[in-house]
């Protein structure tokens, strides 16, 4: 069975950084293509960053700019660089397979305070 365990968050002041670590069990993220998704309250789930096998990557418009995402192939571990932190980025964030998600780990939460 695949599991995320999710870390690295926590309160930042706006113009901040963090960064987000995902380490996967079951499972081996060289195969996946792999992606950041994130929930704020009273919102859905959605997809901020991916990046595929080869090592292609997307970010959505919203944190284009200003967040990386990154693989360690030898760690099975995802990453998710964030800069420029701003309130609007406040959420849970999860990582999971882009296409097709196991069952979502606990997430880690991200609060940027203005």
């Known amino acids: 069975q695949v599991r995320f365990v999710e870390s690295g968050g926590g309160l930042v002041q706006a113009g901040g950084s963090l960064r987000l670590s995902c380490v996967v069990s079951?499972?081996?993220?060289?195969?996946?293509?792999m992606g950041w998704y994130r929930q704020a309250p009273g919102k859905q789930r959605e997809l901020v960053a991916h990046?595929?096998?080869?090592?292609?990557?997307d970010y959505v418009d919203s944190v284009k700019g200003r967040f990386t995402i990154s693989r360690d192939n030898a760690k099975n571990t995802v990453y998710l660089q964030m800069n420029s932190l701003k309130p609007e980025d406040t959420a849970v964030y999860y990582c999971?397979?882009?296409?097709?998600?196991?069952?979502w780990g606990q997430g880690t939460q991200v609060t940027v305070s203005s």
């Open positions: 999971n397979r882009k296409i097709s998600p196991f069952t």
């Open positions: 079951g499972g081996t993220v060289s195969i996946y293509a």
């Open positions: 990046i595929y096998s080869g090592g292609t990557t």
